[in-house]
Every structure is written in C-alpha cells, then in structure tokens.
C-alpha cells in the first residue's frame, strides 16, 4: 500500500459533491496500458473522501445515490475512468524519467548502428531524443513510445532494430553456469555436443545485446568462450 505522502488524488464532481480517493501513482500507468487492475489494491486508504486533504467524507446515502453501490472496488473504477487524476509536479518527473529511460535503454539493447553493426551507446541516445526534443507521456504504451523515438532519431543517427544471429563454443564444464545467461538474452534454436565434450549452440538475440552477453560468457569462462557472428 502506497504511502499517503506519495498518494495522488483522483476526483469525480457529481450530484453537488466531490468525490475523492488517493491512489499509488503507478497504477495510472497499468490502466493507460490497457491492464486490468483492481484498484481497491492501489488505494492508499480503503475510503472515499469529500475532501481528502482535510479527511471530509460525503454521506453513505450520497454515495450510493451517485455510484449505486458501496463497494470501493466500484467506486474507484468510476472515479478514475470519469473523473481527473493530479499529480504532483515531482510525481509527474519521476513518471516521465522513469519511462524515458525505459525507452533509451529498450533502444540501446536492441537496436544497432547498420554502418558498423554496434549498438549505440546509451548517452549517445539519450543527447539525440534531446536534441529531437522528444517528450514521453507517461500514460502512453510503451511500444509507442518507442516507435516514436525511433522516428526522432532516424534522421539524426543511422540506427535500426535488428537480430542477430550467433555461434556460440563452450566446453563442457562451462555449460552450466553460462546457461540462465545465455536464454536471459535469446534463444537457442540449434545445440549439439562435440566429440570433445565441449558445446556448441546457435542464438538468436537483440544485435545490441551481442557484445554485453559475448563479455558475460568471457568473463564467466576465463575468455574460453568463443561468440561468432553468424
């Protein structure tokens, strides 16, 4: 349950009344996703208020007269769907630097620079969206926001999303502890062991994820590994 000082307000003008709860801010981001979410679980306090700020509670009769019930659950989902929400204003930044670095680092991991075939670095991305002036709404899906950052930066840096295919060489005793790393980043759609005991498999990954998973397995395996390109 989220603490009241990080609660919003969410409020419905109905009847001559007021109509108020206070929610955990992230929920707003779920139900502008499309999530099905049970609000009741998102309240800070189990109450409506006629006036949150000084804790004022419209007449039992007055809700059901509005709402038609008195289960909170209900109650909320007609606030928030036909009323307005607030937010402070340092919510409302830690929403939107929240979802702008989702945004740079889902680019940063899986897209590349087709000229050299590397990923571009994250403060690479992150001076382009800003000279782009790129803005994110906090509420909006995160797919879109990424195919609009993709828009803002095509003309700037030369960059595209792309898999990569790979072949990777382990021996045998490195197999185990490279494994979780190794599906944490692809798939591995070909393996076979070799007459020497050593292994051999074929991955599917994010191109920008192929020098960050080639180091892990290098670090993991004392630079036994071999990662080629395919």
Same mark, same amino acid.
């Given at each position: ?34 999530? =099905?979410?049970?609000?009741?679980? #998102?309240?800070?306090? &189990?109450?409506?208020?006629?006036? *949150?700020? /000084?804790?004022? +509670? %419209? ?73 782009? =002036?790129?803005?994110?709404?906090? #509420?909006?899906?995160? &797919?879109?926001?990424?195919?609009? *950052?993709? /828009?803002?930066? +095509? %003309? ?75």
């Amino acid at each position: 349950m989220v603490d009241l000082d990080n609660a919003i307000i969410a409020r419905l003008e109905s009847h001559g009344e007021t109509f108020e709860i206070l929610l955990d801010p992230a929920v707003m981001g779920l139900l502008k996703q499309g999530k =099905k979410v049970d609000l009741a679980d #998102f309240l800070a306090v &189990e109450e409506v208020f006629k006036n *949150a700020g /000084k804790g004022t +509670r %419209p007449a039992e009769e007055k809700i059901k007269e509005v709402f038609g019930t008195s289960e909170i659950s209900e109650i909320a989902k007609k606030i928030v769907e036909k009323g307005e929400v607030q937010m402070t204003a340092e919510q409302r930044k830690e929403m939107l630097d929240a979802k702008r670095n989702q945004v740079i680092t889902y680019i940063a991991a899986n897209a590349i620079n087709p000229q050299t075939k590397l990923p571009h670095p994250y403060v690479r991305i992150e001076l382009a969206l800003e000279e782009a =002036k790129f803005h994110v709404d906090p #509420f909006r899906p995160i &797919e879109k926001e990424i195919d609009e *950052a993709m /828009k803002l930066l +095509r %003309p700037l840096i030369p960059i595209r999303f792309e898999k990569s295919r790979v072949a990777i060489k382990l021996k045998g005793d490195d197999y185990g502890r490279c494994f979780d790393d190794m599906i944490h980043y692809g798939i591995i759609d070909r393996e076979e062991w070799a007459a020497d005991g050593s292994w051999i498999g074929l991955m599917e990954l994010p191109a920008g994820m192929v020098p960050e998973l080639t180091e892990k397995l290098k670090h993991k395996t004392k630079g036994t590994a071999s990662v080629k390109m395919l």
